[in-house]
């Protein structure tokens, strides 16, 4: 890698101690980035051996029975608790966050890596798991099955509850860094969208993730003591442990998809050259979904045997949870209508967000109406529906950003023309993986089963290509952002024309984020009071 040559983070301090002992909050984002990408090859490589081995009908292709239902349980475990829930908080909240906000770090910088290293702590016994007989239950650990099964439940639900504290302690750190660190003169409409979806996701992290973590160390105590809590067998309910894991687990949705709509909430009026319509509304509409993502958990459990009032009061609430997210997509395509568009690459993943997002959205108006969702429960259609919400919209979020940002944390440019290349690719290696199971969902096709009928081959194969082809392009974009970093060109401070206080210094930046107190000139979206000269550069 060709030396540095401006004083920057990654060459002041220097030595291996000064990363495995820094508070410098770039530099633990730098880590966690490393941390949850090595996640995501990992549980993306679990995704595709889960596909090859669904491509023909008869079952033990690749794999048999037993090792199949471990392959998915850690799929989605590592997608979730390792990859999705820290990748843009942890990552690139940590990265970018103080910088918008003035500040020269987080307001607990000693949190924040004792954050990361609880990270990797947490990582290890989901690994340990993973080469000890790994759990076979599911990514939900559902009950009576996950307090009889002889797999490695408990290293596993071990591993996720000490990730908890560290989503516990991010949100913590970015609560109290967003209200005591702001630069003097940012008020909260001066804010940054993306600090806005960061804080609201920061309240979901701190209030939700301990009934998480109390529901696991209940799980471990019953199998470990045999206390009757959610078997049957032993006077337990299994129910209340879905109320339990869904009381959490529905607001970890908001916990990974809000960060997403906040980078989103970035791209498009940089992109499009415009000043952001509906500031105030998109930024309560994250609040809004933060508040009632409390309270639509009881969707999960429609044919759980609930009540049928309880079902119609969780139904009304989870189309009310629609209307925020409305909300913010109306205002984006408002924001490009008349936009001076340039199609850059992380612009690319905000149309693709926008499109795939919807989808997810829209399907989940699906599964949130009784009648359809008694059809649709637990079949390849819910699959679909959640990876359109998850990868279509969290994940391409993330890529959005991550090639935002990527000038800012290396100096250097990556390759456009690969990065639009690998863009489309991903896209249609994901419609054509994903869009399919929709359709073999409807068809009455059961999510995790092993082997399946004659009828559904086609579709199944068809989704197995798909994954070939989205994997095709995860490889050539490790291949152009690796090079870069060697060999790219050298990034200016500000390679988009962004207004938001990361880019008023040095790509990469100091140590201290700011050689001078950065001084607010323009809000971070303030396009239309922008010079003509100043615009068109």
């Given at each position: 890698?060709?030396?540095?040559?401006?004083?920057?983070?990654?060459?002041?301090?220097?030595?291996?101690?000064?990363?495995?002992?820094?508070?410098?909050?770039?530099?633990?984002?730098?880590?966690?980035?490393f941390?949850?990408?090595?996640?995501?090859?990992?549980?993306?490589?679990?995704?595709?051996?889960?596909?090859?081995?669904?491509l023909?009908?008869?079952?033990?292709?690749?794999?048999?029975?037993?090792?199949?239902?471990?392959?998915?349980?850690?799929?989605?475990?590592?997608?979730?608790?390792?990859?999705?829930?820290?990748?843009?908080?942890?990552?690139?909240?940590?990265?970018?966050?103080?910088?918008?906000?003035?500040?020269?770090?987080?307001?607990?910088?000693?949190?924040?890596l004792?954050?990361?290293y609880?990270?990797?702590?947490?990582?290890?016994?989901?690994?340990?798991?993973?080469?000890?007989?790994?759990?076979?239950?599911?990514?939900?650990?559902?009950?009576?099955?996950?307090?009889?099964?002889?797999?490695?439940?408990?290293?596993?639900?071990?591993?996720?509850?000490?990730?908890?504290?560290?989503?516990?302690?991010?949100?913590?750190?970015?609560?109290?860094?967003?209200?005591?660190?702001?630069?003097?003169?940012?008020?909260?409409?001066?804010?940054?969208?993306?600090?806005?979806?960061?804080?609201?996701?920061?309240?979901?992290q701190?209030?939700?993730?301990?009934?998480l973590?109390?529901?696991?160390?209940?799980?471990?105590?019953?199998?470990?003591?045999?206390?009757?809590?959610?078997d049957?067998?032993m006077?337990?309910?299994?129910?209340?442990?879905?109320?339990?894991?869904?009381?959490?687990?529905h607001?970890?949705?908001?916990?990974?998809?809000?960060?997403g709509?906040?980078?989103?909430?970035?791209?498009?009026?940089?992109?499009?050259?415009?000043?952001?319509?509906?500031?105030?509304?998109?930024?309560?509409?994250?609040?809004?979904?933060?508040f009632v993502?409390?309270?639509?958990?009881?969707?999960h459990?429609?044919?759980?045997?609930?009540?049928?009032?309880?079902?119609?009061?969780?139904?009304?609430?989870?189309f009310?949870?629609?209307?925020?997210?409305?909300?913010?997509?109306?205002?984006?395509?408002?924001?490009?209508?008349?936009g001076?568009?340039?199609?850059?690459?992380?612009?690319?993943?905000?149309?693709?967000?926008?499109?795939?997002?919807?989808?997810?959205?829209?399907?989940?108006?699906?599964?949130g109406?009784?009648?359809?969702?008694?059809?649709?429960?637990?079949?390849?259609?819910?699959v679909?529906?959640?990876?359109?919400?998850?990868m279509?919209?969290?994940?391409?979020a993330?890529?959005?950003?991550?090639?935002?940002?990527?000038?800012?944390?290396?100096?250097?440019?990556?390759?456009?023309?690969?990065?639009?290349?690998?863009?489309?690719?991903?896209?249609?290696?994901?419609?054509i993986?994903?869009?399919t199971?929709?359709?073999?969902?409807?068809?009455?096709?059961?999510?995790?089963?092993?082997?399946?009928?004659?009828?559904?081959?086609?579709?199944?194969?068809?989704?197995?290509?798909?994954?070939?082809?989205?994997?095709?392009?995860?490889?050539?974009?490790?291949?152009?952002?690796?090079?870069?970093?060697?060999?790219?060109?050298?990034?200016s401070?500000?390679?988009?024309?962004?207004?938001?206080?990361?880019?008023?210094n040095?790509?990469?930046?100091?140590?201290?984020?700011?050689?001078?107190?950065?001084?607010?000139?323009?809000?971070?979206?303030?396009?239309?009071?922008l010079?003509a000269?100043?615009?068109?550069?």
């Amino acid at each position: 890698m060709e030396a540095v040559p401006e004083r920057s983070y990654l060459n002041e301090p220097k030595g291996w101690k000064s990363w495995v002992f820094t508070l410098d909050h770039k530099r633990i984002g730098l880590m966690y980035l490393f941390s949850i990408m090595a996640s995501f090859l990992l549980g993306g490589i679990f995704a595709l051996l889960i596909r090859l081995e669904l491509l023909h009908i008869g079952g033990k292709h690749i794999m048999g029975a037993e090792t199949y239902n471990q392959v998915f349980t850690l799929h989605g475990a590592i997608m979730i608790f390792l990859f999705i829930i820290p990748s843009i908080p942890a990552a690139l909240g940590n990265f970018v966050l103080p910088q918008m906000l003035g500040a020269k770090d987080v307001a607990f910088p000693r949190l924040n890596l004792a954050s990361f290293y609880i990270y990797v702590f947490g990582a290890f016994f989901a690994v340990y798991s993973m080469m000890s007989n790994a759990a076979d239950t599911g990514w939900t650990f559902y009950t009576p099955y996950s307090t009889t099964t002889n797999t490695a439940v408990i290293s596993m639900t071990l591993g996720v509850f000490i990730l908890g504290f560290s989503s516990i302690f991010t949100g913590l750190n970015f609560i109290v860094t967003v209200h005591k660190l702001r630069l003097p003169g940012m008020t909260w409409y001066k804010m940054p969208l993306f600090v806005w979806g960061l804080y609201a996701t920061a309240i979901i992290q701190v209030l939700a993730t301990p009934v998480l973590g109390i529901t696991l160390i209940l799980l471990i105590l019953e199998r470990l003591f045999g206390i009757g809590i959610f078997d049957p067998a032993m006077g337990g309910d299994p129910i209340l442990y879905q109320h339990f894991f869904w009381f959490y687990s529905h607001p970890a949705v908001y916990i990974m998809i809000l960060p997403g709509m906040a980078i989103i909430s970035e791209l498009i009026p940089v992109f499009a050259h415009r000043k952001i319509f509906g500031y105030k509304a998109i930024a309560y509409s994250s609040l809004a979904i933060a508040f009632v993502s409390f309270l639509v958990w009881g969707h999960h459990m429609f044919v759980s045997g609930q009540s049928q009032y309880a079902a119609m009061i969780f139904s009304f609430l989870t189309f009310v949870v629609a209307i925020p997210s409305g909300i913010k997509v109306f205002n984006w395509l408002a924001t490009l209508y008349k936009g001076s568009i340039s199609f850059a690459t992380p612009m690319l993943y905000a149309f693709s967000f926008l499109f795939l997002f919807t989808i997810g959205g829209l399907t989940g108006m699906f599964l949130g109406a009784l009648a359809t969702d008694v059809h649709l429960h637990d079949t390849y259609f819910v699959v679909a529906h959640f990876h359109y919400v998850m990868m279509g919209g969290t994940v391409m979020a993330f890529l959005g950003g991550l090639h935002y940002w990527w000038p800012k944390m290396w100096g250097r440019m990556y390759n456009e023309f690969w990065g639009k290349v690998s863009a489309v690719l991903v896209f249609l290696g994901f419609n054509i993986t994903f869009f399919t199971q929709f359709i073999l969902g409807a068809k009455g096709m059961p999510r995790r089963y092993y082997n399946y009928l004659d009828q559904y081959q086609p579709l199944h194969a068809y989704s197995t290509y798909g994954s070939w082809i989205l994997a095709l392009g995860f490889i050539i974009m490790a291949v152009y952002l690796i090079h870069s970093i060697f060999k790219g060109k050298k990034a200016s401070g500000n390679p988009w024309g962004g207004l938001t206080l990361e880019w008023t210094n040095s790509s990469p930046p100091p140590p201290e984020n700011f050689i001078e107190t950065p001084v607010l000139k323009y809000g971070p979206y303030d396009y239309d009071k922008l010079p003509a000269e100043k615009l068109n550069s």
